[in-house]
C-alpha cells in the first residue's frame, strides 16, 4: 500500500496571513535590466464533495475504498509534491450529502465538522460555498465555518443586499488574498499575492427560503464580480482565482444565471477558474466545443478552468505559468497554462493515516448514529424503476409527508381540501451511475436507510394549487423523457440531462404518460411546448380534474422555490410551512407506526404504444426486482462501459 503521510505532506508555499497586504516590499523592486523572473504555480481544487472523506459506504454500511477525500489524496499529494508552488481550493457543496452529513447536522457535537476537520488536515489554502452550505440553516453554517483554519469566501450571497454590489452585506468576506512566499525557476523567492473570490448559485436563495433562521439574499454571479474584482486588485492581487459554485453555462447568460463560470472566465480579472454545481468533469467529453469552450485544453473564454466532477471521484489541476512584469500594483501576469482533471483509482488505494485518523471519531459516530433501528419495511424499498413504474418507496415518503400536515392543518380553514403529496427519486442511476440507486430490503428500517431513501435536508411545503397547476406540476416531473415516436424501435427513453428528482409523482392522483408527445416544460421547468401535453386521464379519487378545482399539494422546499422561479406570475400560494424536514418527518413516521411499506398502487402508467420499443438504463442491483416491471416484457440488451444494463421494454 502507498503511503502518503498527509500531515507531512511539504506545503511548498509558506503561508503569510491571509489579510490584504500593503505595497511591495522594497527589496522586491525589480532592476529594469535584469531578466523576468519566471515561476509556476499550480492550483488543486475539489469540488461538491457532499461530504464524501471515509472510504465507507455508510447507506450500505461496508467498507468502499474508492469513496471519499482519501481515495483522491493520493492524487492531492502527487500533484502537491511535483509541484514547487501550489494552493489546494473547495468549490463548494461540502456539507451535505451522505449519513455522516446527517450525523453531523443532527447531533451536537463538540468537535469541528468533520468536513472542516478533513479540509483543516489537508491543508486546504481557501473554499467558497454552494447552494448545500444552507440546508441546514444560517446558525449551523456559522459554526461549522468557524472552525476552519483557511478563508471561506463568496462575493454574492448577503445578508443585507446594498443599493449596489460592491455595497451588500456579505454572509463571509467576498474574497482573500493569499499572501505565499514562492519559488521561481531560478530557485529565487517572492512574495506572491493570490487573490480568490467565490460565488454561488444565486437561486439559493429561492430554494432555500423556507429553512430555519431566516434567509440570505442573493445577487447575479457577474454583477458581484464587477463590483468585487477591481476592488481585489487594488487590493494588490498579483493573481486572482475564481471559485465558482456554478456550472459552465454560456457566455451571455441570462442575469441571475445559475450556470455563469463561461461568462465569469471572461472578465478580464480573472486568470483562473474553478467551476462546480452541475458535478460534471471539465476538461473531459462532458462538453461540447464551443468558441468560449475548449474541453480539450481546458478554457473557459481562454482562460484555464476545471470542473471536478463531484464526491471526490476527481481533482481539478490548473497550472500557471507566471512572470514577474512590473513594479505596479500588480506584480506577474499568467504567461501560459494548462488544465487537467485527475481521477480517483480504487487500484491504487492510498491509506492517509493523518485524514483518517483525524476523522476516526466521527467515523464511529456516524457509524452508531446510522445503524440505529427505526422500525420495519414489509417491502424492499429501492429506487431501480422509480422512473418507469409506481414505486413503494416513493409512496411510503408521500404517505410520511401527508400524515404530518394532515395533523399540523387539523382544525385550520384548510383541512377540508384534498390533499396531496409528492415524492420523487434522489437516486436513480443517471450520472450518478449504476450504483447509485436507493435500495432498502424488506426488513430493519434504519438511519442509514433514511439517508439513502431521502438524502437531502429539504423541508415540507405545503401550496394552494388549482387542477389545472396540479396538471402541470405532474407535466414538469414528464421533462425526464425523451420523446418516444410511436412504432420506434429501441430509442432511449430517459433523458439523463434532467435529473431524477425532478420526476414527483403523486399517489393520491391517478394518470396515464404520453411518450408520444414532446415535452410541455424542459429540465429547468419552463414552458417549451405550450400545445403539448404528456398527462391524459388525471383523476382524483376517480374524478376527472377540473382546472378550477382547489387542492393542498405537500412538496419541498427545493421544488417549490424551483416552480415560483419558473413562473414568479403564478402567485404561488404557501399555505403552510413548520420547517420540519422531510427526513424527520419520515424517520418520525416510522417510528409511530413500526411496521410500514407496501407495494405500491398502480396509479400512473405509460399511454400504452403498441409496437414501440424504448431501452432504460439498469443497474446491477435491480436483478431480484425485475418483476416490478414485468408489463414492459423487459429485455437485457447490452452492458455499457458504465456498468448499466441497457433494457428493452415493450411500450
Ligand atoms: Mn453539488
Ligand atoms: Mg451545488
Known amino acids: ?22 505595497m511591495p516590499a522594497a527589496h522586491e523592486i525589480l532592476p529594469a535590466t535584469s531578466p523576468r523572473p519566471r515561476a509556476s504555480l499550480r492550483l488543486i481544487a475539489t469540488s461538491d464533495l457532499h461530504a ?53 447536522a443532527t447531533t ?28 441546514y440553516g444560517l446558525r449551523f453554517l456559522s459554526g461549522v465555518l468557524a472552525d476552519a483554519s483557511f478563508p471561506v469566501v463568496s462575493a454574492n450571497v448577503a445578508t443585507r443586499l446594498g443599493k449596489s454590489a460592491s455595497r451588500d452585506e456579505t454572509l463571509v468576506p467576498p474574497f482573500a488574498i493569499l499572501r505565499r512566499q514562492i519559488i521561481d525557476h531560478d530557485g529565487h523567492a517572492h512574495l506572491l499575492r493570490i487573490g480568490v473570490i467565490g460565488f454561488a448559485p444565486p437561486q439559493i436563495a429561492e430554494w432555500d427560503r423556507n429553512t430555519p433562521e431566516g434567509s440570505i439574499q442573493t445577487r447575479d454571479i ?3 464580480a464587477r463590483a468585487w474584482l477591481p476592488r481585489l486588485r487594488a ?136 445503524r440505529r433501528q427505526l422500525g420495519e419495511t414489509a417491502v424492499a424499498l429501492h429506487s431501480h424503476f422509480a422512473t418507469i413504474a409506481p414505486s413503494a418507496a416513493l409512496s411510503l415518503i408521500a404517505e410520511a409527508k401527508i400524515d404530518h400536515i394532515r395533523v399540523a392543518l387539523a382544525g385550520t380553514r384548510w383541512a377540508g381540501l384534498p390533499l396531496l403529496s409528492s415524492a420523487s427519486p434522489f437516486r436513480a442511476g443517471g450520472r450518478g451511475g449504476p450504483e447509485n440507486f436507493t435500495e432498502v430490503p424488506a426488513g430493519p428500517l434504519r438511519m442509514r436507510n433514511l439517508s439513502d431513501l431521502y438524502p437531502f435536508p429539504n423541508t415540507l411545503v405545503t401550496l394552494l394549487l388549482t387542477g389545472a ?79 378550477t378545482d382547489r387542492f393542498l399539494l405537500v412538496t419541498n422546499n427545493h421544488r417549490a422555490g424551483r416552480a415560483r422561479l419558473q413562473d414568479p406570475a403564478a402567485r404561488q400560494k404557501v399555505v403552510f410551512t413548520d420547517g420540519a424536514r422531510v427526513q424527520s418527518v419520515f424517520s418520525a ?56 444494463t441497457h433494457y428493452r421494454l415493450h411500450l
Not at 463538540?110 to 440546508?135: S, W
Not at 491504487?348 to 483525524?358: E, F, G, I, M
Not at 432511449?492 to 391517478?510: G, H, K, N, W
Not at 399511454?607 to 414501440?612: A, I, K, N
Request: glycine fraction near 8%; aromatic fraction near 6%.
Open 1 to 22: 500500500m502507498y503511503q502518503v503521510p498527509v500531515a507531512s505532506v511539504a506545503k511548498s508555499l509558506t503561508r503569510k496571513d491571509s489579510e490584504a497586504d500593503g
Open 52 to 104: 464524501s472523506l471515509m472510504p465507507y459506504d455508510y447507506r450500505a454500511d461496508r467498507p468502499n475504498a474508492n469513496l471519499g477525500l482519501g481515495a483522491i489524496a493520493l492524487q492531492i499529494a502527487e500533484a502537491r509534491g511535483e509541484a514547487r508552488n501550489c494552493l489546494l481550493f473547495d468549490n463548494g457543496d461540502f456539507l451535505q450529502g451522505n449519513p455522516l452529513a446527517d450525523y453531523a
Open 108 to 135: 451536537r457535537r463538540r468537535r469541528a465538522h468533520p468536513v472542516i476537520t478533513a479540509f483543516n488536515t489537508l491543508g486546504y489554502d481557501a473554499a467558497t460555498l454552494g447552494n448545500h452550505e444552507f440546508d
Open 222 to 224: 457577474l454583477a458581484a
Open 235 to 370: 487590493c494588490g492581487a498579483d493573481i486572482i482565482v475564481a471559485l465558482a459554485h456554478s456550472g459552465i453555462g454560456e457566455t451571455d447568460p441570462e442575469e441571475g444565471s445559475e450556470n455563469a463560470a463561461t461568462a465569469l472566465a471572461a472578465l478580464p480579472e480573472i486568470d483562473a477558474l474553478v467551476a462546480g454545481h452541475s458535478h460534471r468533469v471539465f476538461p473531459g467529453t462532458d462538453f461540447p466545443a464551443s468558441p468560449a469552450i475548449d474541453p480539450v485544453r481546458g478554457r473557459l473564454a481562454g482562460k484555464p478552468a476545471v470542473m471536478p466532477g463531484h464526491s471526490a471521484n476527481h481533482v481539478g489541476i490548473i497550472d500557471l505559468q507566471i512572470e514577474r512584469f512590473t513594479c505596479g500594483p500588480r506584480r506577474w501576469r499568467v504567461v501560459d497554462a494548462s488544465a487537467r482533471i485527475g481521477q480517483r483509482s480504487a487500484d491504487r488505494a492510498l491509506s492517509t493515516p493523518a485524514l483518517h485518523q483525524a476523522l476516526a471519531p466521527d467515523h464511529r459516530a456516524t457509524l452508531a448514529w446510522s
Open 469 to 547: 397547476e396540479v396538471a402541470d406540476w405532474l407535466e414538469r416531473a414528464t421533462a425526464v423523457f425523451h420523446q418516444i415516436a410511436p412504432g420506434s424501435v429501441d430509442a432511449p427513453l430517459r433523458d439523463d440531462a434532467v435529473p431524477s428528482f425532478v420526476f414527483e409523482t403523486i399517489p393520491q392522483l391517478s394518470y396515464a404518460i404520453d411518450l408520444s408527445q414532446p415535452p410541455r416544460f424542459d429540465g429547468q421547468g419552463s414552458l417549451v411546448n405550450p400545445e403539448a401535453r404528456r398527462i391524459t386521464g388525471l383523476c382524483h379519487g376517480g374524478h376527472p380534474l377540473a382546472a
Open 589 to 644: 413516521h416510522v417510528q409511530r407506526k413500526g411496521i410500514v411499506g407496501a407495494p405500491p398502487e398502480r396509479n400512473w402508467h405509460f399511454l400504452p404504444m403498441p409496437g414501440t420499443m424504448a431501452t432504460f438504463p439498469v443497474g446491477p442491483g435491480a436483478a431480484p426486482y425485475l418483476a416490478d416491471i414485468a408489463s414492459y416484457r423487459p429485455e437485457p440488451l447490452a452492458r455499457d462501459e458504465e456498468g448499466f
